[in-house]
Structure formats: C-alpha cells, structure tokens
Antibody, heavy 119, light 110 residues
Framework: QVQLVESGGGVVQPGGSLRLSCAASGFTFSSSGMHWVRQAPGKGLEWVAFIPYDGIYKYYADSVKGRFTISRDNSKNTLYLQMNSLRAEDTAVYYC????????????WGQGTLVTFSS | QTVVTQEPSFSVSPGGTVTLTCGLSSGSVSTSYHPSWYQQTPGQAPRTLIYSTDTRSSGVPDRFSGSILGNKAALTITGAQADDESDYYCVLYMGRGIWVFGGGTKLTVL
C-alpha cells in the first residue's frame, strides 16, 4: 500500500534552515507529482510546493517563494523540502502528498512532521 | 488575490444530508479548477474524499459525492454519521502550478 513518511522536523531559530524528507513506497514514485502542504497550529491547510515526476519544473506558494526549495531523488524514492530563512509564521505540521489526476490533486498523505521555533 | 470560500461551519442531523460548498471570491468554479475535497479530524492527517470534481478516492463510501452546483463546487454527504464530524477542506487548481485551499468547514453532526 502507499506509504509516505516525513522526517526532519524540529525546533529552529528564526533565520535558520531545515530540510524535510518524505520517504515514499507502495507506488511508482518516479511517475508521480508530489506536493508539500502545511498546517499551522489551529489553522487550515496551506499548499506549499509541487514538483512534477521529472523534477524539471517546481512551483511554490508566494509565502515561501525564494526561501523554500522542493526537490526529489527518484533513485531513493524520496521527496525533499529545503527551508531557509525560516520565520515564526512557518511554524506548522508539514505533510507530503502524492498527486493524482490531470491537475495533480492531493491523493495520499503522510502523517506530517512538525516544525516549531525556539524563542 | 483569489480567495477560495467555504462555509465556516455547518451542522447536520444523524442520517441527514448536507451539502458543503466551495466558491471563489471572484468568478465561478467550474470543472476546469479540478476541485477536490479532504476530511480532517483533529491531530490526524487529511484524508482525500473527492478529486477532479466528482471522482471518489479509493475506500471512500458512496455517501460522499462531489459536483458543481451553480457557480460553486459542492460536497454532498448523504446519511450523515457521527464519525463524519470533521473539518472539510476544498482545493482549487488555479493553473500554472498553483493550488489554493479554502478555509475549511467545521461539520457538526447532532
């Protein structure tokens, strides 16, 4: 069955960096577009970034453009999110999601990894 | 900036039918936006219910259905059950690699 397992979350300081990973299994990772979605504490879901199956193009929400980089390693079935210049408002649970359909809607989701800030 | 709108809250009686909607602050929602719907209970990851307007995700009971109603996307739950009490989110694909979530609807079953 499809499994997505995020890792790499933790406590960071404003201005710091963090790299999240999402290990995928149970489907052909190299054929699937993948997303990162986040959810701040007590808030709704926010789309963060998308990378097509081949990783040639990358798409970002305005709130993270220029600071976050989505990437993938199809040989390792792993999705990444490099987060730089982190801000307090980036505090959230970060989910990876497998895309589906012609518009790559979110299909299968991981359990998420939490990114929080130290004061 | 385009805002995706959802009812903040809704209530339904057990066994009843409820329709949640997903609109745009400006313009109409059509199938071109590939609307999708997600269910989330506190502390859990989202669960995909519907994508591409009306395609039910695997394992989702046929009590859940998606459609376009007027100028909005709609999620209809028939025969509501207690464990349908959740937050429901819609997403619209804006094109050019941009997806936008609605603010979510908190559904109460009572």
């Amino acid at each position: 069955q499809v499994q997505l397992v995020e890792s790499g979350g933790g406590v960071v300081q404003p201005g710091g960096s963090l790299r999240l990973s999402c290990a995928a299994s149970g489907f052909t990772f190299s054929s699937s577009g993948m997303h990162w979605v986040r959810q701040a504490p007590g808030k709704g879901l926010e789309w963060v970034a998308f990378i097509p199956y081949d990783g040639i193009y990358k798409y970002y929400a305005d709130s993270v453009k220029g600071r976050f980089t989505i990437s993938r390693d199809n040989s390792k079935n792993t999705l990444y999110l490099q987060m730089n210049s982190l801000r307090a408002e980036d505090t959230a649970v970060y989910y990876c999601a497998k895309g589906v359909g012609s518009a790559w809607s979110f299909h299968y989701w991981g359990q998420g990894t939490l990114v929080t800030f130290s004061s | 900036q385009t805002v995706v709108t959802q009812e903040p809250s809704f209530s339904v009686s057990p066994g009843g039918t409820v329709t949640l909607t997903c609109g745009l602050s400006s313009g109409s929602v059509s199938t071109s936006y590939h609307p999708s719907w997600y269910q989330q209970t506190p502390g859990q990851a989202p669960r995909t219910l519907i994508y591409s307007t009306d395609t039910r995700s695997s394992g989702v009971p046929d009590r859940f259905s998606g459609s376009i109603l007027g100028n909005k996307a709609a999620l209809t739950i028939t025969g509501a059950q207690a464990d349908d009490e959740s937050d429901y989110y819609c997403v619209l694909y804006m094109g050019r690699g941009i997806w936008v979530f609605g603010g979510g609807t908190k559904l109460t079953v009572l």
